[in-house]
């Protein structure tokens, strides 16, 4: 009984003392409109940049990160649920803390990032089904983004 009675009481103040993470885990989705960077990628980072605008919207209740350019088609094709369930039932990989988001997906068409929910900082990479070259197949983006 006491262990139980510790137990709540640990989970209540852990509740008390992030509200901030409470609060993303449980929200509606969150949508951040992003702009590219002006600095170079990081070097371990491969395919061709994409430097238009992005919107990025995750949905941590849905378990769901989606990308979208600026005439709002999606980017990342291989996050959808159902390109996912084909996948062996394969879901996307979404942690969720305090100060950043990431996610991940590297079955087939790959899809994978983080944001900084301090700075706003994005750092994103996806492969394309319909790409033409080596620098379509994969891209990234690396920019600033402010929560709308």
């Not at 990628?41 to 061709?48: L, R, S, T």
């Amino acid at each position: 009984m006491k262990k139980t009675a510790t137990a709540a009481v640990t989970i209540a103040l852990i509740g008390l003392l992030l509200p901030g993470f409470a609060t993303i885990a449980s929200a509606a989705p969150l949508t951040f409109v992003c702009e590219a960077s002006t600095e170079p990628p990081p070097a371990d980072w491969f395919g061709g940049p994409w430097t238009a605008p992005v919107r990025l919207v995750i949905d941590p209740a849905a378990h769901s990160v989606d990308l979208f350019d600026n005439d709002n088609r999606t980017l990342n094709v291989s996050a959808k649920p159902s390109r996912l369930s084909a996948l062996n039932n394969y879901k996307l990989d979404l942690t969720v803390t305090e100060s950043i988001i990431s996610w991940g997906v590297i079955e087939m068409w790959g899809f994978s990032g983080y944001i900084d929910l301090r700075t706003g900082r994005l750092d994103v990479l996806w492969t394309n089904s319909d790409a033409y070259t080596p620098n379509t197949l994969t891209r990234q983006f690396h920019g600033t983004c402010k929560q709308r």
